[in-house]
């Protein structure tokens, strides 16, 4: 790029400090090299310049680079889906871990609260639901439809 001795005073003029804005005007119709540097400042001002010193993205490596960000986006859901199906294996191992410690503090000769029916319900649209204790500790379920007998 050529320069222009008087590039420091277009640079004055860009910022509204020039000792004489008259001659500048005048100077940048004559000079091709204070005209470029002028729209050069304006171009930074407006913040192009920094757009197109941004690193560019040569033409080969463009297709690897939209291969890229679209293989990013293929991924996302399998990943995602992974990682729900690990959440909810760790959720599982935590459930089976706090039954085994459950029935671990439990002495096996006491009964477990937990098997204890509280209460019993069916949505099951004409249902009963009734339940039998039974000598050995055991609970039976009968749930009374129209036509079957779930046990
Ligand atoms: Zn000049």
């Known amino acids: 790029m050529k320069t222009c001795r008087h590039q420091n005073t277009v640079e004055a003029f860009f910022d ?5 804005p008259e001659w500048v005007e005048a100077h940048l119709a004559d000079c091709a090299v204070c005209r ?6 304006s171009a930074v001002r407006n913040g192009i310049a920094a757009s197109r010193q941004a690193p560019s993205i040569a033409e080969p ?3 690897l680079f939209m291969s890229g960000i ?3 986006i293929e991924r996302q859901p399998r990943y995602s889906f992974r990682g729900l199906w690990a959440y909810t294996s760790l959720v599982t191992a935590a459930i089976l871990v706090g039954l085994a410690l459950a029935f671990t503090l439990f002495p ?3 009964p477990v609260e937990a098997t204890e029916i509280q209460a019993v319900y069916t949505d099951y649209d004409g249902a009963t ?3 039998y204790p039974s000598d050995d500790g055991s609970t039976t379920i009968w749930i009374k439809t129209a036509g079957d007998d779930l046990e």
């Open 36 to 41: 470029e540097y002028h729209s050069l400042l």
């Open 70 to 72: 679209a293989e990013g």
């Open 129 to 131: 639901v009734d339940w």
């Open 61 to 63: 490596q463009f297709d």
């Open 108 to 110: 096996a000769n006491r």
């Open 16 to 20: 509204g400090e020039a000792k004489d």
